[in-house]
């Protein structure tokens, strides 16, 4: 593949994901509640920004164009998910175990090689994968250098025994 005429700058990053909801309070209820994100700020009853670790918003939250709106169709275009990568495997297994401890449905485990994802979906259907990536030095390399990324089954009893 040949290099492209403009490069991002590599300090680039993805500052936040604004998802329409069906309803506002179950989709805070799910972050905030849940997975323990905390309310920056609200519009009025129709959206809310909610950030970890006091950043004015990792992810929006509204219902402008779709209250009470069914969820879309798996098949169709769209978001596949969100990624919320945590700072340590530890961390992982805490947020792993509070959604066992809740009963909420996992859609997956993976190992990637460089990651260890969980996958699940939000109330409205809205993918949601959380992971902690490994350190860069232990990630699998093709022998031509390039990036060995692949879809193995997560270790969970391994994963859920970093925590009491």
């Known amino acids: 593949m040949s290099k492209p ?15 329409k909801v069906a309803d506002l309070q179950r ?3 799910f972050y905030c509640g ?16 909610i950030s970890a670790g006091g950043y004015h918003h990792h992810i929006g939250l509204n219902t402008w164009f779709s209250k009470g709106a069914p ?11 969100t990624a919320l990568v945590y700072p340590t495997r530890e961390d992982l ?6 959604l066992i401890s809740a009963d909420y449905p996992l859609t997956g485990a993976s190992d990637h090689g460089v990651s260890e ?11 949601v994968e959380l992971y ?27 994963l859920l025994a970093l925590t009491a």
Do not use: C
């Open 117 to 127: 994802a969980i996958y699940l979906d939000d109330p409205d259907g809205n993918g």
């Open 5 to 19: 005429e403009y490069q991002i700058p590599a300090g680039a990053r993805i500052g936040h994901v604004h998802l």
């Open 34 to 49: 849940l997975l323990g994100f905390e309310v920056m700020a609200t519009y009025g009853e129709d959206a809310a920004f």
């Open 93 to 98: 297994s805490a947020i792993v175990k509070r």
């Open 71 to 81: 969820r879309s169709d798996r098949r169709a275009v769209g978001l596949f998910h």
């Open 27 to 29: 989709a805070l209820d």
């Open 132 to 158: 902690w990536d490994r350190p860069r030095e232990e990630w699998p390399m093709n022998k031509d250098g390039s990036l060995h990324m692949y879809t193995r089954v997560l270790d969970v009893d391994g």
